[in-house]
């Protein structure tokens, strides 16, 4: 028995069981980003798939290990930023690192490779995009989100926030406010 992954968005489950099914495969897990095939794919087998697949817009991406990786770093990353309510007091380093059983030396080269650029700066982004929506919310005022974030102080969050952005916390919350407001009116 050999597996292959392929990665896939939750709302595809469906698309997925029915394209295996349709080419009498059999899959042992079927999950948010990735499905095991139990049988080993013939190369026929591999584009019957790729092509029932890209008929919905799902990517077949079981010929890249390292793409997959990727993704799953990615997933994990975006998980604890965006969904859990507290961002997680270990480094992401060694998270990563166990959840997937990689040295993090390994999974930062294959990151770089794949993306263009590093684990730290795609986590940076991720922790941009909460502020963002936390800024947009109105509940929080900024050292409240800095804090809630782990940044050492508001400055430093105001300071990273402009450089990512091109925009100041304050700023980029009157210009939201102004286009929400625009767009209310018309």
Known sequence: METSEITLSIRCK?????????????????????????????????EQLKQALLKSGL???????????????????????????????????VILSERLNRSYTYLSN?????????????????RIEVV?????GNALNLSEIAAKLHYSSAGHLSNQFKKMTGYSPSSFKTEKEVNLEYAVKR
């Open 59 to 93: 990517e077949l991406s079981f010929d890249n290990q390292k793409k997959i990786l990727v993704d799953k770093m990615k997933n994990i990353i975006i998980e604890l930023i965006h969904f859990e309510d507290e961002l997680p007091k270990m480094k992401y380093s």
């Open 110 to 126: 294959v990151f770089s490779e794949q993306e263009g650029i590093t684990i730290h700066q795609f986590i940076l982004m991720q």
């Open 14 to 46: 469906m698309i997925v069981k029915a394209a295996l099914e349709n080419l009498e495969l059999h899959c042992n897990k079927l999950k948010f980003n990735e499905v095991e095939v139990l049988e080993d794919l013939s190369f026929g087998q591999r």
């Open 132 to 136: 963002k929506e936390l800024l947009a």
